[in-house]
């Protein structure tokens, strides 16, 4: 068994798609079926079930991939390790981030650590704050920035400064011309919100729960995964929701949307998770720097 048979297996395993993962690894798809082929013949053990185009993983998969992330993981490190002995004219750096971290605060700083760190790759995935947390606690990213805080043993938080959630409508809604709406109006009003598990969504119903209304009985009219999404149907007049003041500060200075008092939504911090027990690497304490200008105001971790 190879590195590079693992790294193969790991890209089908999570892929589920040998075309795709032969992609991704820049091989064709006969290499990558000849490396799968290969590992299983091995080892006498099937790894994946082939079921029409599709793939799933067997039990004895399961069990492989997880040992290969692992190992991959450690190989990483370790390349790190010997790219920092060079200082910081290579290596790479795996970021997790946030909806609105990801799309609104982050794109800045990445252009300035880039110009300042041509030489550092930087690989982002973008999800809700829960899948954040999941990433840098699984080892997938070394440094993670949420919107949401994250109670977990195995990750140190550290609040960084974030932005102010606003509750907004379109300007064709019918609230728009009121500038406050009270607790009847909150309970009766149609919705549009952030899937659960963001930490937009957690702060929406906490401050619902503030004025007396329990989540659990609005009218939700939809459900999507990104503020770029939810600010689009407030455009079109489609319910009320509250936003980033970073997604709709453009919207509001032209008056395509209004932000209406009634919802106690103070500013919040963002985070920057990282794992307890792992390595910190040259790049990402250079991006914390650079980012936050000089690095969070507290250091718990």
Known sequence: MTLEQLRIFATVAEMLHFTRAAEVLHLSQPAVSAAIAALEAEHGLRLFDRIGRRVE????????????RAILMKVEEAATMLAELSGLSR??????????VGNHWLPQRLLRFADAYPGIRVDLSIGNTEQVAEAVRDGRAELGVA??????????????????????????HPWAGRGRVDREMLAAGRWILREPGSGTRALFETAMRGVG???????VAMTLPGGGMIRAALLAGIGASIL???????????GRIVALEGLDLPARPF?????????????????????????PASASC
Request: aromatic share 2%; proline share 2%; with cysteine.
């Open 57 to 68: 993983l067997t039990a004895a998969g399961q069990v492989l991939h997880g040992q290969a």
């Open 91 to 100: 290596g790479s750096l795996r970021l997790a981030a946030s909806q609105t």
């Open 147 to 172: 919107e949401g805080a994250v109670a977990d043993s195995a990750l140190c938080s550290e609040p960084i400064e974030g932005d102010r959630l606003r509750l907004v409508v379109g300007a064709s």
């Open 213 to 219: 209304v329990e989540p659990d009985g609005l009218d």
């Open 244 to 254: 980033s003041d970073l997604i709709v500060a453009d919207d509001l200075a032209s």
């Open 271 to 295: 985070h920057l998770l990282r794992h307890r027990d792992r390595h910190r690497s040259l790049a990402e304490r250079a991006f914390v720097r650079s980012a936050l200008n000089g690095g």
